[in-house]
C-alpha cells in the first residue's frame, strides 16, 4: 500500500449527502465507528442518510455486495452517533468517522453480512485507521459508544475478522458456562471492581458498586461485540474474564 495521508481519503464515488457540519474544537478524527443501516431496502437506507429532513449521515456506506460511497468529507462531522461517549469523549461526531453498512438489522431479523461486504468494510476501515492513527481500541460499535440505544451493528457482525485484517482490537472471548455472575440488583466491591473494568476500557458508565439499568446496558454492549455467543447483560464469568483480558491485551499508545 503506498503511504496515505489524512488528506487522501480511499477512493471512493461520491454520493453526497447535505447532513454535515464543522467538527467542533478543531478535533480530528480519532475514532471509527461502525453502524447498520436497520432498513429493509438499501437503497432507501442511502437516500434516508442524504434526506436533509432526517438530519442524520455517515462518511461512507456499504452495499451488500461491497460497494462503497462516500456521503460526507472526512474533515466534516457527519451526523452518526448521536446522543455517545467513549473515554471521556461526549461528541462522538467531532472525533469520529462514521461508516454505514448495509444491512436490516435485528429489526429484519439480523441477517448475516455478506463476505463480499465484510471485505469491502475491512479494506476501507484499514486505510481509515492507517491514515489517521486510529488506534485498535478506538474502532467501535456504535452500541459501544450509546449502550441501551443503539444496538448497530450487532452481535453476529464479525469483529474478529476485521481484526484478522489489521483493524481494531480483540481477544478470543472466554469460554462462557456456569459459575458466579452478576446481574441487576446486585451491590458492592465486585459490582464497583467491574464497573471501573469497564470505564477504564472506554465505556461510559458510573463507577457506584450498584449493578443498575446502566450496567447492565454497557455489559449487554460489551458482550455484543466481545463476547457475542450470548448477550442477556449479566457479567458472568466469561464476560469478566474477557474484558480483562483485552484490558490487559490493549496496545500501548504511539510515543
Known amino acids: 500500500m503506498s503511504a496515505l495521508t489524512p488528506e487522501s481519503p480511499v477512493a471512493a464515488k461520491v454520493f453526497p449527502s447535505p447532513n454535515h457540519g464543522e467538527r467542533k474544537n478543531g478535533q480530528r478524527p480519532s475514532m471509527?465507528?461502525?453502524?447498520?443501516?436497520?432498513?429493509?431496502?438499501?437503497?432507501?437506507?442511502?437516500?434516508?442518510?442524504?434526506?436533509?429532513?432526517?438530519?442524520?449521515?455517515?462518511h461512507y456506506f456499504v452495499f451488500g455486495d461491497g460497494?462503497?460511497?462516500?456521503?460526507v468529507p472526512e474533515s466534516r462531522r457527519a451526523w452518526h452517533a448521536g446522543l455517545s461517549t467513549w473515554d471521556g469523549d461526549t461528541d462522538i461526531n467531532s472525533c469520529s468517522i462514521g461508516i454505514e453498512i448495509a444491512n436490516p438489522g435485528h429489526p429484519g431479523g439480523l441477517p448475516p453480512f455478506p463476505g463480499d461486504?465484510?471485505?469491502?468494510?475491512?479494506?476501507?476501515?484499514?486505510?481509515?485507521?492507517?491514515?489517521?492513527?486510529?488506534?485498535?481500541?478506538?474502532?467501535?460499535?456504535?452500541?459501544?459508544?450509546?449502550?441501551?440505544?443503539?444496538?448497530?451493528?450487532g452481535e453476529l457482525f464479525p469483529w474478529k475478522a476485521l481484526h484478522e485484517a489489521g483493524v481494531g482490537h480483540w481477544v478470543a472471548p472466554a469460554a462462557t458456562g456456569d459459575g458466579r455472575f452478576f446481574s441487576r440488583g446486585d451491590q458492592g466491591m465486585p459490582i464497583e471492581a467491574l464497573q471501573a473494568m469497564l470505564v477504564m476500557y472506554g465505556y461510559g458508565l458510573k463507577i457506584n458498586g450498584v449493578f443498575d439499568e446502566?450496567?447492565?446496558?454497557v455489559v449487554a454492549a460489551?458482550?455484543?461485540?466481545?463476547?457475542?455467543?450470548r448477550v442477556d447483560g449479566v457479567a458472568d464469568a466469561?464476560?469478566?474474564?474477557?474484558l480483562r483480558n483485552l484490558i490487559a491485551a490493549r496496545p500501548q499508545a504511539a510515543t
Not at 460497494?67 to 456521503?71: G, N
Not at 446502566?214 to 446496558?217: L, P
Not at 466469561?238 to 474477557?242: A, K, P, R
Request: proline share 7%; glycine share 4%.
Open 32 to 58: 471509527l465507528i461502525l453502524h447498520y443501516t436497520g432498513m429493509p431496502d438499501e437503497g432507501e437506507a442511502l437516500q434516508w442518510l442524504c434526506n436533509p429532513v432526517s438530519q442524520v449521515s455517515a
Open 67 to 71: 460497494h462503497v460511497l462516500q456521503l
Open 222 to 229: 460489551f458482550q455484543r461485540h466481545f463476547r457475542p455467543e
Open 238 to 242: 466469561s464476560t469478566i474474564m474477557t
Open 214 to 217: 446502566d450496567t447492565e446496558k
Open 117 to 153: 461486504q465484510i471485505e469491502s468494510v475491512a479494506s476501507l476501515a484499514k486505510d481509515i485507521v492507517t491514515r489517521w492513527r486510529i488506534p485498535a481500541t478506538r474502532v467501535l460499535a456504535h452500541s459501544d459508544v450509546a449502550p441501551g440505544r443503539k444496538v448497530d451493528p
